[in-house]
């Protein structure tokens, strides 16, 4: 169930950006985008729901394909205090599994001035 | 966006004992709440489900005599991790979701509580 989160690691210099995919084996209903900083819980992001919909939150945006069942965050201009780690969470479906999320492995994201 | 909390924040217990953590929607109505693990660098691992008024949903090789939740009303859920051992020790972090089947909800997590288990 765990979808697959890439790259590990990103480290960036302040105004240059960044894309951070995800990928599940599973269909997918929707996926979520958390971010998360040392010792903090999630921060939530977006949600993004099937049908290619393609959502923004300031600099930061992402985009779902349904049908490759993959995601993708969009960092365009990155400041300093986007640096954390990125999960996306994903939901399987709807019925017994209704709002269960599936986290990947995260995407540790490092801006320096 | 909406506001979970999670007491405590921190616990130490000895081993053998047995440890309580609350999750509380504060201004809004969760009808499911959900439980997760973190250990140090990893990601969140789903460990139940928690409907209000009904048993929790368990998720695969999570035992559910030692992880005891209860979802007693639409803003509470508790953790009761029982006799305590050092494996147990980890972050938990709840999450809180309002809607139901017709709403596409976003779900808020609590700020988490580490464990500790000597």
């Known amino acids: 169930q765990q979808p697959v989160q890439s790259p590990q690691a990103v480290i960036l210099r302040e105004g240059e950006d960044a894309v951070i995919n995800c990928s599940s084996s599973?269909?997918?209903?929707?996926v979520h985008w958390y971010r998360q900083k040392h010792g903090e819980a999630p921060v939530f992001l977006m949600i993004?729901?099937?049908?290619?919909e393609q959502k923004g939150h300031e600099k930061i945006s992402a985009s779902f394909n349904e049908k490759k069942q993959q995601s993708s965050l969009y960092l365009t201009a990155s400041q300093l205090s986007y640096s954390g780690t990125y999960f996306c969470?994903?939901?399987?479906?709807?019925?017994?599994?209704?709002?269960?999320?599936?986290f990947g492995r995260g995407t540790q994201l490092t801006v320096w001035p | 966006g909406a506001v979970v909390s999670q007491h405590p924040s921190r616990v130490i217990c000895k081993s053998g004992t047995s440890v309580k953590i609350e999750c509380r929607s504060l201004?809004?109505?969760?009808?499911?709440m959900f439980w997760y693990r973190q250990f140090p660098k990893k990601s969140l691992m789903l460990m139940a489900t928690?409907?209000?008024?009904?048993?929790?949903?368990?998720e695969q090789g999570v035992e559910k005599d030692k992880f005891l939740i209860n979802h007693a009303s639409l803003t509470l859920s508790t953790l009761t991790v029982t006799s305590a051992h050092p494996e147990d020790s980890s972050f938990y972090i709840c999450?809180?979701?309002?809607?139901?089947?017709?709403?596409?909800?976003?779900?808020?997590f609590g700020p988490g509580t580490r464990l500790t288990v000597l």
């Open positions: 999450s809180a979701r309002e809607g139901g089947l017709a709403g596409l909800n976003e779900q808020f």
């Open positions: 599973k269909a997918l209903y929707s």
């Open positions: 993004l729901l099937k049908g290619g």
């Open positions: 969470g994903t939901e399987p479906g709807r019925g017994s599994t209704l709002g269960r999320l599936y």
């Open positions: 201004d809004f109505q969760a009808t499911t």
């Open positions: 928690s409907n209000e008024g009904s048993k929790a949903t368990y």
